[in-house]
């Protein structure tokens, strides 16, 4: 089997899977739906992927402001994590069978196109609802009182739909680019590392949003007798990330031009399993074709996220709560460690955005499972050092009586800061490595990348039942799940870089 990610035609792969028995598959699955050219442009490639900028803004504001929110609706901090249980769930189902649909999809707009548009129509609606979550909840009932019932079925009624739009979306302009990047390895990792570089620009975008306190002033019609200056600034931001959602979707759906499906039939071998063979069947029935390599790539995978997912649940959380020593709806100290963690998160896009325009280079000189690796080893330092912040700032005896110091503050943003780096791996690297080594197995882009969404959501689902429990178990603090990550993110490290190969990428020989 091959693990080396050069160029295919570097050495012959033709009759590498002939021994297989042949995958029930849809006409041409891999690229049918792109119009038939040379050489996809880079600019094109760049628009397609700036939709990842509007669907990202809505995750900065959602990772920023949305935990502490559902604080400040009533919800308790041990049952946080089993709110953000929704993306993975819905990731687990909605990712692969959207991705398989797209790859099936008779559209005379495309197979991609019409996924992207629909998940960004529901994002906007699911945002709306979420802002409005209390005056729907004081609409039927909730009034003054430190739990707000109503309130919370609405929210997490938005939350889930959101998140089921986000896998609507992100996947199929991911499938996208594959497509259009057709076999050649580089400008898939190109293609990847523009998507990584708009989920940077959105990020930043989202946190600086999310960190200005000032929107209530700009929107004053959203400050209501439900809903006070917190919840006026959350609704407020996602006003804006309505109008982003919706020009960054349209700048990506115009700028690909697919070829329908039904179009290429005649060209087709075979008949579609769409019709022959569940899905569920035909998913699970791809992994027994899977090499060695790609299972080593989704154990990396479900790793990694390990690692990262308590972060992401609790990374302003934690500054409020262990930082700035505050507490939901019990002074200023709080709201003031959000708005500094969101800070953090806004710097945290820059390495991320800057380590995205670097990534080609990066894996072409060291390899992609090198670099994925050392990555992971950053990401475990860091959690580890938030661990380290935490027991400082607890034993230097400042917290319920003053401001934290500044050296502990800076110290708080610079680690939130550098997890940047190893963000953009995660959110490149891998779907590059799988794009490449799937291709031969002759899955359609959309079903592949569901394939490592399984392995993106299993664990998330496994810490968000777990990381709230386990922080009751020690103290109600963050670092239970913290120390579960950095050890998830140590081993994903340590495989990536003893099983994937460092292969430098040679730059390809042209054909005679």
């Known amino acids: 089997m091959s693990t080396s990610d050069q160029p295919r035609h570097h050495r012959p792969t033709r009759n590498r899977h002939q021994h297989l028995p042949p995958l029930p598959r849809p006409p041409n699955p891999s690229r049918p739906a792109v119009a038939a050219r040379s050489k996809i442009p880079k600019r094109v490639l760049l628009r397609v992927a700036s939709v990842a900028c509007g669907i990202q803004f809505g995750w900065a504001l959602q990772l920023s402001l949305l935990t502490p929110y559902v604080q400040e609706l009533g919800i308790p901090h041990a049952w946080a994590s089993v709110i ?12 692969p069978l959207v991705g398989h649909s797209s790859d099936r999809c008779k559209s005379k707009y495309g197979r991609r196109r019409p996924f992207i548009v629909a998940g960004a129509v529901v994002i906007a609606i699911s945002v709306l609802v979420i802002g409005h979550a209390a005056d729907i909840g004081w609409a039927f009932g909730d009034r003054e009182g430190r739990i707000k019932p109503r309130a919370i079925v609405a929210f997490v009624l938005g939350f889930w739909i959101l998140d089921v739009a986000n896998n609507m979306t992100q996947g199929p302009c991911r499938a996208l680019l594959a497509d259009l990047t057709e076999n050649d390895n580089r400008r898939t990792r190109v293609a990847n590392g523009y998507f990584s570089l708009f989920m940077a620009v959105g990020n930043i975008l989202g946190y600086a949003t999310g ?147 670097l990534m080609e280079k990066l894996c072409r000189k060291w390899g992609a499972g090198f670099v994925w690796g050392i990555s992971n080893i950053i990401m475990a330092i860091c959690f580890l050092a938030m661990i380290a912040t935490s027991f400082v700032a607890y034993h ?26 190893p963000l953009a791996i995660t959110y490149s690297v891998p779907y590059a490595l799988i794009s490449i080594r799937i291709e031969s197995l002759g899955l359609g882009q959309g079903l592949s990348l569901g394939v490592l969404n399984l392995a993106i959501v299993i664990p998330q689902v496994i810490v968000s039942v777990g990381s709230g429990p386990w922080d009751q178990l020690f103290g109600g603090g963050n670092s239970a799940a913290l120390a579960v990550g950095a050890g998830a993110g140590f081993i994903g490290g340590i495989v990536a870089i003893l099983a994937i190969p460092r292969t430098r990428i040679q730059k390809p020989i042209p054909l005679p």
């Open 211 to 357: 960190s200005y306190n000032g929107w209530y002033k700009v929107f004053p019609f959203t400050k209501t007798v439900a809903c006070n200056v917190e919840c006026a600034n959350l609704k407020s931001a996602f006003y804006i990330d309505v109008v982003f959602i919706a020009i960054t979707t349209i700048l990506s759906v115009s700028a690909a031009h697919e070829v329908p499906l039904g179009a290429l039939a005649s060209d087709a071998h075979g008949q579609s399993s769409g019709t022959d063979e569940a899905f569920l069947t035909e998913i699970l029935g791809t992994f027994k074709y899977f090499p060695g390599s790609v299972w080593i790539i989704l154990l990396v995978t479900a790793l990694t996220w390990i690692g990262w997912f308590p972060f992401i649940l609790f990374d302003t959380d934690w500054m409020g709560r262990e930082i700035y020593g505050g507490e939901p709806n019990q002074g200023a100290s709080y709201s003031a460690g959000v708005s500094m963690g969101a800070l953090g998160l806004m710097l945290n896009s820059v390495f991320l955005g800057i380590t995205s325009v």
């Open 396 to 421: 230097i005896g400042y917290i319920g009586h003053e401001q934290p110091p500044a050296g502990i503050v800076i110290a708080a943003v610079l680690i939130f800061t550098v997890l940047g780096i």
């Open 84 to 95: 953000w249980l929704c993306g993975p769930l819905s990731g687990l189902f909605v990712q």
